[in-house]
Structures are given as C-alpha cells and as structure tokens.
C-alpha cells in the first residue's frame, strides 16, 4: 500500500478507559489532562483550558480555607429608569449677579399664580417672579403627566467659585392643587452649594442629604440625573447612586419639575447647562443578588465590586471543622452543617447573623427529630433544601431515614401537629402518610416545585405534590443511588445530574428514569473513588455548557496532593480529567448567578481562602503553570503488521501559544500507551508549521500535543496530518 495522508482529529469525545487499547474507540482518548473539545473562543477544536483567576482581590478570612458558597436574593435597592419620549431640552445658562444670598434650604413658601411652560422665574423674598433681570432664575417646565420623568444635565463652576455664593440644581416633585400655582414647601431639590462645594439633597419632607463629593477645581462639570417614578426619587452624580428615597410628594400627579440657578456676589460662579427632560420609563431590577461565603467558621457577605465583609455577629459562629450548606428562603439565607449549634440565619436587611429559633415549636429537629428517643440533642441536621415553598432538613445521624419541612412560607414554623389541621402545616416522615424513607438518606434534590428526589446509599425515592396535602413517596430505583448531599445538580433545562453507583447519571425533568453518562467510559475510574476520603460535588458551568464533577477531602483538610477532577462537555459528550495547584483547591464550589452577567461564574473556594474562576482570557491558574496534554489512540494498520511514518504537517490556531509535540512508537497498542520516553519532540508555533520530517517504524504509534511548561500560554490545535504506509509483518522485539 502507498504512503497516504491521514488526518488525525483531535479527541473530540474525551476519555474512554473501557476498552482494549488496540480497538481505542473512534474520536477517543486512552490519556488527557487539563484540555477542552472546545477552545475560550468556543470554537469547536482541541485546547488547553481556560485558567483561573482571584475572583476577589484579597483571601476572605486570612489562610482559612472556604468552607461553604451560595447567595440571597434581596429586593433591589436601586431602580433605573430608561428614557422615554423627550419632553424639554433646554439650554439653561443664566449670567446674572446679585448683592443679596439666599440659602434655598430656607426659603419661605412661595406662591405664583399663572405659570408659563418654559419660562424662567426668580425667586425674591421666597417668591416667585417672572422675568426678575438679576436674582434667582427657574426654568419651570409643568408636566401633567402620572409616570415618572427624567432630569439630567450638568452643574459647572468657574473660577470664581469657592470665592462667591451661588448654588444651582433641580426642582422635582412640584406640588400643584390643579391650577397653577406652585407652593415651594413642597418640592424637592438638588443642587450644588457655593458655601461649601457640595452636591445637597432635600426632599418634600425635609430631610436632606449631603454628598462627599466637593467641586473645588476651576470650570469643573458634574452630571447630576434625577429619576422620579412617583414612588421613589434617586439622584446620580456623575452616573454613581447618590441617594434614595421613598418620600412622597403631597401634591396631585399634576406637577411642575425644573431647574433653576440662585446667585450671590458680583459676578457668574456656577450655571446650570444642557438641560433634558424625558419621559422616564421604570426598568425595576427584581432583584440584588449578595455572594454568601463562609471560611473559618465566619459567615462573609457582599458582591464582585464591593468586595466581602463580615456578618454583624458572624464571626466563627460556624465550625470550622464541619461541612456548611444552606439555602436560600425569602430573602434570607438559612444554614446547618450537622450540629443543633448550626442552625443560623444571614438576614441581608441589616448583615446580621441569628440563632435559627422557631417559633412553633421552639427547637429544630434534633437527634432523631422526634419527641422522645433522641439521644446527641447537640446534633442537627446536615442536608437541606427547598421544596414548595417549605424548607427540608434530613441527616440527622441518630434518624437517617427522617425527612423534615417547615411550614409553607415560614422557616420558622416547625409545629408538625398545630390545633388545626391545614395543607401548609409543617410537616415530617415520621408524623405523615407519606412516611419516612426505607434506605438511609444521602442527598436532597428537588425538581422545581413538582418532585423532590431523595438520594439514598442504594436507592432513589421520588417525592410527588405536598406530602401535607396528599403527596406520595415511590421509589424509583433500588439498583442506583446518590453518593451525598453535594453529589447533585441541574442543568439550565431541569435535568438532574448526580453521582452515585456506577458513575454519574442523567434524570429528565420530571422524574424519569435516570440514564449514565458514564457508561463503560470511565466506570472503573469512578468506582474507585474513595467515599471516606473524597466528597464529589457536582457544579453545572452555565458559560462553557458542561458539568465539573469536583473531588473534595472529605475531612476539611488540605491534601497532600492535588485530587484529579473531572469534567463532561454536553455538546460533545465527552469526559476530560482536571487537576488544579493543591492550595487552590477547591475546597468548595459554587455557581454564582450575579446580577452583573461578566461576574457570573463558577467560584471555586480554596484552601488559601482566596475565590476563584475561569476566566477565558485567563493562560494559568492564577500564575501557576497549567500542565495539559492529549494523546491520540494508538495508531496501528493492523495487529501483526508494522507502520511507518514518515512525515507530519500540523496547524496550530493562529492565535496559539507555543506547544510540544511528541512522538512514541512500540511494539504493541498497549506498550505504546505506556511509553514514557518519546522517539522525537518537536516545538510548534501558531498557525501552519513547517512539515516535520521524522520517520517512525513500529506495530503501533502515538502522538501527544501538551504544554511547553511555560506560565501564561494557551495552546490551540487546529489539524494534523500523518503520512504514513503499513510496511510488512510486525517484528517481535
């Protein structure tokens, strides 16, 4: 047979240990770390991963290792407006002068009658004038309308500002009785102070704000917006939320909104300019998502920009020692981790850690959860969830086939048997038709509102509708159980994914039966994971569409050792193992939906108590050098026959960074997979390389593209091409 040019594809289908390595299935590896089927730019060709970034400048509790991730969603504290249709622009600038200042904070009430839209009135003795040559000037224009509006423009001062009085600013929220007449008592202001260069606020009420800002510089301009929506007026300095309130006006939804420029001293110090007024449109975000982070026993709080801080009466309140989990209920955050102690609520209205006590009655499930029995009442639940709007324990050591739920909408309600009887009383295995469940229980996994999954050691059980309101409990399998309580999670369509016997599992939304994803791939490699050493929890990446199966000590200590974890690419459904430097961990794992879609991500906790991420434009882990590697099946023309190759031409992306390529040859598949010592290396650059003239001759070969062991380099394979040719029998050696 000829020489031939055969291309050979990268792995696109990731790592298959289940089979003879001479019949290595097609589009498979035997052998591969720290690569992707899919490069940063999400393009569909072999790569090294992405690297990981701090996520956080600064460790969140000095060298404590994360123990725990998650987030609360709390009411927005700022609403934006967009802008409607236009409603005034004007070019507001008055150069007028005038020997007597007035603090517009004292102005009197003021009266005029006959207001005209557009024009410009003074303000003397607390009244206003029309027309008034030096003074006070207002640019009042009169909306009708019952939606909010929009104010913005510019506040500038020139050299002579900081020497005379002056002030300019805005109007909102004129109160008007349906005529014209406007009463000054019951507007609001903002406006920039000549005495001492500050932004002021002052509402209908009152009450009044002063910004840290100070305008000192010569002919410096500020952007102030004002947003009123009728039900809460916010103030932006140069685009950065000022203040915020809920004071209302007293007047009808007829109204005047304008601005105005109030001087002192003899000459020009400051102007209001390029005034808009537009229609304002709400554009409410429903909700501000708040990172929660726990490390050395205290509970953090905060966000990407603002950095973590410590919960009011949060600091090592959780054992160090023990796993945390929680979940996220009404705006609260509730946690546990196995000890009555546990048991704690963040309430982000005020940042402020409390004993989870309820109300009725007045203990959680402790021991074995029941009224008599018990017998460790320092013990608490490990597990929970949230399923139809109650809050579910289980794990209680001394009752590990007992399930608990609160009542509906109220965490603090733990009353199984009340006065009456009702469909959204708390409710528990024990105390329930729907009863307690046969295996011991290793996991909680609701889907939505519809089926809650117990996870057992041997089992599945599906909880279907309320268990207080005619509920049942099935099983589902007896063959396929789920490893512990991290070991499950949901993609972005509902489908449930866990770990358990025989590898990892796929279950559809709604509770069918579950299919492997591991199938005879990686079965063996999976199996031999030690339960009494390593946690698996299960993380679903929203941004590369695939599933990290992390392996976590399971005593909390850092390992000796980095774990190998591994990875599965939906697209291309293909598994690849990872390994990350051991400080960084993780020790803990979590997808973070933040409000701002670039700080949305996978954060990983490490041993060092800094949090991570993948950051596609990232080259190594947080400047530690990523070590990866791909090998390509055996190359064999037959299995008593010889191949030579004799040439390679091979494309790297036009963007890649240098990498190595190696070249093995043996007498066999599976001693080729083995060797260690390649026949030949080369070096290769971005783009085509020059044709690689290396001759091999053996019963089977095989090629490796890894790393160069360089920090910050990524490299990306485009193809390769082999030309080779069979050329007789095969030699033992």
Same mark, same amino acid.
Request: aromatic letters at 10%; one cysteine or more; glycine letters at 10%.
């Given at each position: 047979?000829?020489?031939?040019?055969?291309?050979?594809?990268?792995?696109?289908?990731?790592?298959?240990?289940?089979?003879?390595? &001479?019949?290595?299935?097609?589009?498979?590896?035997?052998?591969?770390?720290?690569?992707?089927?899919?490069?940063?730019?999400?393009?569909?060709?072999?790569?090294?991963?992405?690297?990981?970034?701090?996520?956080?400048?600064?460790?969140?509790?000095?060298?404590?290792?994360?123990?725990?991730?998650?987030?609360?969603?709390?009411?927005?504290?700022?609403?934006?407006?967009?802008?409607?249709?236009?409603?005034?622009?004007?070019?507001?600038?008055?150069?007028?002068?005038?020997?007597?200042?007035?603090?517009?904070?004292?102005?009197?009430?003021?009266?005029?009658?006959?207001?005209?839209?557009?024009?410009?009135?003074?303000?003397?003795?607390?009244?206003?004038?029309?027309?008034?040559?030096?003074?006070? *000037?207002?640019?009042?224009?009169? /909306?009708?309308?019952?939606?909010?509006?929009?104010?913005?423009?510019?506040?500038?001062?020139?050299?002579?500002? +900081?020497?005379?009085?002056?002030?300019?600013?805005?109007?909102?929220?004129?109160?008007?009785? &349906?005529?014209?007449?406007?009463?000054?008592?019951?507007?609001?202001?903002?406006?920039?102070?000549?005495?001492?260069?500050?932004?002021?606020?002052?509402?209908?009420?009152?009450?009044?704000?002063?910004?840290?800002?100070?305008?000192?510089?010569?002919?410096?301009?500020?952007?102030?917006?004002?947003?009123?929506? =009728?039900?809460?007026?916010?103030?932006?300095?140069?685009?950065?939320?000022?203040?915020?309130?809920?004071?209302?006006?007293?007047?009808?939804?007829?109204?005047?909104?304008?601005?105005?420029?109030?001087? %002192?001293?003899?000459?020009?110090?400051?102007?209001?300019?390029?005034?808009?007024?537009?229609?304002?449109?709400?554009?409410?975000?429903?909700?501000? *998502?708040?990172?929660?982070?726990?490390?050395?026993?205290?509970?953090?709080?905060?966000?990407?920009?603002?950095?973590?801080?410590?919960?009011?009466?949060?600091?090592?309140?959780?054992?160090?020692?023990?796993?945390?989990?929680?979940?996220?209920?009404?705006?609260?955050?509730?946690?546990?981790?196995?000890?009555? $102690?546990?048991?704690?609520?963040?309430?982000?209205? !005020?940042?402020?850690?409390?004993?989870? /006590?309820?109300?009725?009655?007045?203990?959680?499930?402790?021991?074995?959860?029941?009224?008599?029995?018990?017998?460790? $009442?320092?013990?608490?639940?490990?597990?929970?969830?949230?399923?139809?709007?109650?809050?579910?324990?289980?794990?209680?050591?001394?009752?590990?086939?007992?399930?608990?739920?609160?009542?509906?909408?109220?965490?603090?309600?733990?009353?199984?048997?009340?006065?009456?009887?009702?469909?959204?009383?708390?409710?528990?295995?024990?105390?329930? !038709?729907?009863?307690?469940?046969?295996?011991?229980?290793?996991?909680?996994?609701?889907?939505?509102?519809?089926?809650?999954?117990?996870?057992?050691?041997?089992?599945?059980?599906?909880?279907?509708?309320?268990?207080?309101?005619?509920?049942?409990?099935?099983?589902?399998?007896?063959?396929?159980?789920?490893? +512990?309580?991290?070991?499950?999670?949901?993609?972005?369509?509902?489908?449930?994914?866990?770990?358990?016997? %025989?590898?990892?599992?796929?279950?559809?939304?709604?509770?069918?039966?579950?299919?492997?994803?591991?199938?005879? =791939?990686?079965?063996?490699?999976? +199996?031999?994971?030690?339960?009494?050493?390593?946690?698996?929890?299960?993380?679903?990446?929203?941004?590369?569409? &695939?599933?990290?199966?992390?392996?976590?000590?399971?005593?909390?200590?850092?390992?000796?050792?980095?774990?190998?974890?591994?990875?599965?690419?939906?697209?291309?459904?293909?598994?690849?193992?990872?390994?990350?430097?051991? &400080?960084?961990?993780?020790?803990?794992?979590?997808?973070?939906?933040?409000?701002?879609?670039?700080?949305?991500?996978?954060?990983?906790?490490?041993?060092?108590?800094?949090?991570?991420?993948?950051?596609?434009?990232?080259?190594?882990?947080?400047?530690?050098?990523?070590?990866?590697?791909?090998?390509?099946?055996?190359?064999?023309?037959?299995?008593?026959?010889?191949?030579?190759?004799?040439?390679?031409?091979?494309?790297?992306?036009?963007?890649?960074?240098?990498?190595?390529?190696?070249?093995?040859?043996?007498?066999?598949?599976?001693?080729?997979?083995?060797? /260690?010592?390649? *026949?030949?290396?080369?070096?290769?650059?971005?783009? *085509?390389?020059?044709?690689?003239?290396?001759?091999?001759?053996?019963?089977?070969?095989?090629?490796?593209?890894?790393?160069?062991?360089?920090?910050?380099?990524?490299?990306?394979?485009?193809?390769?091409?082999?030309?080779?040719?069979?050329?007789?029998?095969?030699?033992?050696?």
């Amino acid at each position: 047979m000829p020489r031939q040019a055969i291309e050979i594809p990268f792995p696109y289908k990731g790592l298959d240990e289940g089979w003879a390595l &001479g019949r290595q299935p097609k589009g498979t590896t035997p052998s591969a770390l720290n690569v992707r089927p899919i490069d940063p730019s999400d393009r569909v060709r072999g790569s090294q991963r992405t690297g990981l970034a701090k996520y956080l400048d600064d460790a969140v509790n000095g060298t404590s290792p994360i123990q725990m991730i998650g987030h609360v969603s709390i009411p927005a504290s700022v609403s934006t407006m967009t802008q409607g249709g236009l409603l005034l622009s004007e070019t507001f600038d008055t150069t007028v002068s005038s020997d007597t200042y007035q603090s517009l904070a004292g102005y009197p009430a003021a009266h005029a009658s006959s207001l005209t839209v557009n024009s410009s009135y003074g303000v003397t003795s607390g009244t206003l004038q029309s027309n008034p040559g030096t003074g006070n *000037r207002i640019l009042v224009w009169k /909306t009708a309308i019952s939606g909010g509006y929009m104010v913005w423009g510019k506040f500038l001062a020139n050299e002579n500002f +900081g020497t005379q009085f002056g002030d300019a600013g805005i109007l909102f929220r004129c109160a008007s009785d &349906g005529s014209d007449d406007l009463e000054i008592t019951e507007f609001g202001v903002a406006f920039l102070h000549g005495d001492d260069h500050k932004i002021y606020v002052i509402f209908p009420d009152g009450t009044q704000y002063a910004s840290t800002l100070t305008v000192t510089s010569v002919q410096s301009a500020h952007e102030i917006r004002l947003e009123d929506d =009728r039900g809460a007026v916010r103030v932006y300095v140069d685009d950065v939320l000022f203040v915020q309130t809920d004071a209302e006006s007293s007047g009808a939804t007829n109204g005047y909104v304008g601005v105005f420029a109030e001087y %002192g001293g003899a000459a020009t110090i400051a102007y209001a300019d390029n005034w808009i007024i537009t229609e304002g449109r709400l554009a409410q975000q429903p909700s501000e *998502r708040r990172l929660i982070v726990v490390s050395g026993g205290t509970v953090y709080h905060g966000t990407h920009d603002d950095g973590l801080a410590a919960a009011t009466d949060g600091d090592g309140v959780l054992n160090p020692s023990y796993v945390v989990r929680g979940v996220e209920a009404y705006g609260k955050f509730y946690f546990c981790n196995g000890k009555s $102690t546990g048991y704690l609520i963040f309430d982000p209205s !005020d940042d402020t850690v409390v004993t989870w /006590t309820p109300t009725a009655p007045d203990v959680l499930p402790v021991a074995n959860g029941e009224a008599t029995g018990g017998v460790d $009442t320092t013990l608490g639940a490990s597990m929970i969830a949230l399923y139809r709007g109650r809050i579910v324990l289980s794990g209680l050591y001394e009752a590990p086939h007992n399930w608990f739920m609160s009542a509906v909408s109220d965490p603090l309600n733990w009353d199984y048997d009340p006065d009456e009887t009702t469909a959204i009383q708390a409710v528990a295995g024990n105390n329930s !038709d729907a009863g307690k469940i046969g295996d011991v229980i290793t996991c909680l996994a609701p889907f939505s509102d519809d089926i809650l999954v117990f996870g057992c050691s041997q089992s599945l059980w599906l909880l279907r509708g309320d268990p207080a309101a005619g509920g049942a409990i099935d099983a589902l399998s007896y063959q396929i159980g789920i490893s +512990g309580p991290d070991a499950a999670t949901w993609d972005d369509s509902g489908n449930l994914y866990f770990y358990g016997t %025989g590898g990892v599992w796929r279950m559809p939304t709604g509770g069918g039966l579950p299919s492997s994803l591991t199938d005879t =791939r990686l079965k063996g490699e999976f +199996g031999d994971i030690d339960s009494e050493t390593y946690r698996v929890q299960l993380v679903w990446d929203r941004m590369f569409d &695939g599933l990290h199966m992390f392996l976590l000590p399971a005593d909390l200590t850092e390992p000796d050792s980095a774990p190998t974890h591994y990875y599965w690419d939906r697209r291309t459904d293909s598994w690849w193992k990872d390994q990350f430097p051991v &400080g960084q961990g993780p020790s803990f794992a979590y997808y973070y939906p933040a409000d701002n879609a670039d700080d949305r991500a996978i954060l990983m906790g490490g041993w060092d108590s800094y949090l991570r991420y993948y950051l596609a434009s990232q080259k190594s882990d947080d400047g530690t050098v990523i070590t990866s590697y791909v090998d390509t099946a055996p190359i064999v023309t037959g299995d008593l026959t010889d191949t030579r190759l004799s040439e390679l031409q091979i494309t790297m992306a036009s963007g890649s960074d240098a990498a190595l390529l190696k070249g093995y040859a043996a007498a066999s598949p599976e001693a080729v997979v083995a060797a /260690t010592l390649p *026949r030949f290396q080369r070096r290769l650059a971005a783009g *085509r390389n020059p044709s690689i003239l290396q001759r091999l001759w053996a019963n089977a070969l095989r090629l490796r593209i890894q790393n160069t062991g360089t920090a910050g380099e990524l490299w990306t394979l485009e193809t390769i091409t082999a030309f080779m040719e069979p050329v007789g029998r095969s030699r033992r050696r």
